[in-house]
């Protein structure tokens, strides 16, 4: 298991309310009782990965870590595990049924006393194909190239980890360079190979660290925990109370950091609707350079047509 | 007199039509290129189906489950501009797809259902035409779907509560009876936005949903999850198709639904006045055909226009039953204006999709000087779907889009917005139908088996645009009245962007109408050219209203199947 694996006993948990708000810690019994628990993952690890060399691993975590990076109290993508759940990806089909989609109908997190997403799905041909043709590409093999060539993740991530270690300078890898050093080689890259690879890089990476933890990211349920959400809720789902009722215990929240200007978040929040998301999603093709034009280009128009009105008129950037 | 049918499609349209056929000792063959995802189909009481869906963001959103791949099999589209300026496609990929499964998009459809209006039904009589925009009056009335729309309601379970509803909706719509079911609880952040509503003069009510608020038809009551849009419901508690009419369908004996069955021809007789059998492949690209007396294409709109132009021949030449010209035309989408109200408090917003508000205020037509100046004669605007939040994944690529990845992004994550502090709407614009807004067949790219792939050519109209700033800013400012809302944005769609906004709401390519020289369909649902070839989806809707269509598509095709079990026609050959 590569550190952070999933193979901890009774997880500790901290749950945030609200943003930065006070801290409750919360020990999950046992015997669920609502609470969430940690699961063990089929995936590689540090020393076994499946798909990637240990060297292309380090640097995928080191990659990782800049997408999410650890901070003073949470873990980052690393740590996480996400860099061993895209090697998973990279390597789905080393596994009957493959890595593709998590079983149903529920996790044991909410009530369940088994956990069905822990075990694949077994995939028909149609599945198999599309995400072989996904992860493989079209390779030397005309009959997946019937509308031109298709590179797949595997070639994606080989070539751009490989672009990230020959950039860095001083005869280190991508994995030897100070944090700081990281950030500015991938924000200055113009290599295709370094662009190509955090198109995909950065979507999967946000998958794992914020998905099911049964694809092998979120461990610890680290990803829920920093964020405060309740993740998969089935069966238990939601009282009437809960639905309808203010939280009692709810605290006060925390200003929103400033990290973006207040109407442009507010903008981008109303396209927080999930019909609409999945359209972003779709139009971008899941890409990171889509994401961004899509969202880019309808934050500009709501906030030209007056995103962000406060109440006492004005601006939000100070909130 | 009962026959043999091949219904093309099993989402809401098909299954429908399986079920009626069936009931009325027709033999039917359902063709679906989508896989079985529900255990049991046909063996087991629709309460105790098995399921391949969960709470999963990742094999829902991200890999898109019981959705077509868009690598296998692709749709293009382009603008209205890119066309004129000669310009191929200029995207490619699962843009705008419905689902492909056993039941159709059915599984993971969201599963709202209000009715259409009166007044959707005769526009072009009550307001006149409208310059670039071919608006059609329907061939049917309300009153002509209204026994249907009851029934489908009380077979596939819908919760309301009539006494909340407004009177012009009343009016407007309808209803023999109340629902099925109670509403489920209102949720905490809906009722806030409610309350701005009320400020803004405008009102609100539970919208009607095919979801379960009680125990019904063996099935169990909504626990408020919130994961609705987009996921199969873990619980089995909404009221899809499949549980509706296609797996009673198939329990009948009557029904054989063939999975991963990609069907790419319909063949007719010689004169092209009949169709023969229906061509598909498997996955392995071996050819099938299957006959029957009638066809009924129900595949939605874009794949049923594709399948009806892949079908020329020498007495179609352009498409089977397109001598008007107008299959694949007419193509439309709900564009969305969103707006969302950012709260000072946790209002929990997740809790939950399935029970949302419904605001009928903007629907129109609103026909003032405000709207002539902006160059339209009317503007006929949606109902708005009030309140709703958005999982962590879904808010991570969001975020991704604003501010690319690393420490903001992190920050953004920590603050928990999406499901703790926003309460967001969706209005869905009625499309009005344009000759130039279309499907046709991609001249390189394919699918998989080598078959064309649709493309779809779109821009929304003027009045989609005026439409969007006319109303947008009335749906800010009642998210802005909401109690304790601190900020508040609205997002116009149509404005911003010149081509699809992927809704998932599809209308047209196959209108009906009574003239054969301007519409495909008559109001039966047959092919004016074709003896025994009926559409029974919304491609035959001659107008988009604003309203989510799938409980029409469903009551207007029980209407159209309960006219063939009467007695299809027997056909001039
Ligand atoms: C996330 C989401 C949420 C939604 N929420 C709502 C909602 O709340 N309310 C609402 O009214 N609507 C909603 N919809 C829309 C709703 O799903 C559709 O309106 C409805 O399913 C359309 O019914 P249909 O039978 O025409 O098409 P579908 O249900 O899509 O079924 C068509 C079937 O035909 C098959 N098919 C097509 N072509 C071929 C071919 N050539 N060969 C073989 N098979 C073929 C397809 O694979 C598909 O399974 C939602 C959709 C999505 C994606």
Sequence with gaps: ?319 | MAGEAVVVGSGAAGSVVAWELARNGWSVTVLERGRHLREGLGERPSGELGTRYGSDEIKNVSRAMGFPDGLLEPYTTRTQAEAAGGTARSARGALGQLGAAVGGTTLHYNAKTPRFWKQDFTQVSDLGPVEGAQVADWPIGYDDLEPYYDEVERRVGVQGDIDAMPSRTLEQSPRSAGFEMPPNPVPYVRSLLAEGARRASYSTYPQPAAVNSTGFGGRPACNSCGLCSGYGCPINARGDALVSWLNPAVGTGQVRVIDRAFVHRIDTTRKGHRARRVGYMDMSGREHAVSGDIVVVAGSPINTARLLLLSATAAHPDGLGNGSGQLGRNMMFHNLTLAVAVFGQDVHPLRSQSNALQLDDLVGPFTGPEVRALGVPYVKGAMVQVGGGMPLLESAELYAGLVGYGRAHKELMKAALTYTRIGGSALWHEDLPQADNRVDLDPEVTDFLGVPSARITYSPHRHEKAAAMLLGPRMQAFHQLAPGAIASAFVPYPVIRDGATYSAHLGGTARMGEDPATSVCDASGRMHELDNVYVADASTFPTFPGFNPTLTIMANALRIARGIAGGARQGRS
């Design chain 1, 1 to 319: 298991m590569a550190s952070g694996g999933g193979d901890h006993g009774v997880p500790r948990r901290t749950l945030l309310r609200g943003t930065g708000a006070v801290a409750i810690a919360v020990f999950a019994p046992l015997t669920g009782g609502g609470m969430r628990q940690a699961v063990a993952v089929p995936r590689g690890s540090a020393e076994q990965p499946r798909y990637l060399t240990r060297a292309e691993l380090d640097t995928m975590r080191a990659l990782v870590d800049r997408i999410v990076p650890e901070d003073h109290a949470t873990p980052g993508g690393a740590r996480s595990g996400c860099a061993e759940a895209i090697d998973g990806l990279l390597g789905a089909f080393r596994e009957d049924p493959p890595l593709i989609f998590a079983g149903a109908p529920f996790s044991d997190r909410a009530g369940s006393p088994v956990n069905h997403f822990a075990e694949f799905l077994p995939l028909d041909s149609y599945e198999e194909t599309a995400w072989r043709l996904r992860i493989e590409g079209s390779g030397d093999r005309p009959e997946r190239a019937f509308n031109g060539p298709v590179t797949g993740f595997q070639t994606i991530y080989r070539d751009g980890l490989a672009a990230l270690d020959e950039a860095a300078v001083g005869g280190r890898r991508f994995a030897g360079l100070t944090a700081p050093e990281q950030d500015l080689l991938l924000a200055t890259s113009r290599d295709p190979a370094v662009t190509a690879l955090m198109d995909v890089a950065v979507p999967h990476t946000f998958e794992f660290q914020y998905g099911a933890p049964e694809y092998g990211g979120n461990v610890d349920l680290a990803g829920w925990d920093y964020t405060g959400y309740p993740g998969d809720v089935q069966p238990r789902g939601w009282t009437r109370e809960e639905v309808e009722e203010p939280d009692r215990h709810a605290g006060p929240v925390a200003p929103l950091p400033g990290v973006v200007p207040g109407d442009e978040l507010v903008a981008a929040l109303a396209l927080a609707h999930p019909d609409a998301v999945r359209g972003v999603l779709a139009r971008s093709g899941g890409l990171l350079s889509g994401l961004r034009s899509e969202v880019g280009s309808a934050v500009a128009a709501a906030k030209r047509h007056g995103a962000g009105d406060g109440k006492e008129g004005g601006s939000t950037d100070g909130w």
